[in-house]
């Protein structure tokens, strides 16, 4: 599963036939955008814990 909401929206527009209108399934985009969002979060803790490391490390290394 893609976290690329845009794409999901996207997909979902044009997979429909022409002349009908579009049903969105809201839970669907709800939980595709939760999820982007959760991705995201955790990207950017998995970074500041990467970046605490490498200045923890480098400390230590100017130190001793």
């Known amino acids: 599963m893609s976290t690329d909401l845009s794409r999901t929206l996207h997909a979902t527009i044009d ?34 814990v990467g970046a605490a490391g490498a200045v923890a490390v480098g400390a230590v290394q100017v130190s001793g």
């Open 15 to 48: 997979g429909e036939p022409a002349g009908v209108p579009t049903a969105f399934d809201m839970t669907r985009v709800r939980s595709r955008a939760r999820r982007r969002r959760v991705a995201r979060t955790a990207t950017r803790g998995a970074v500041g």
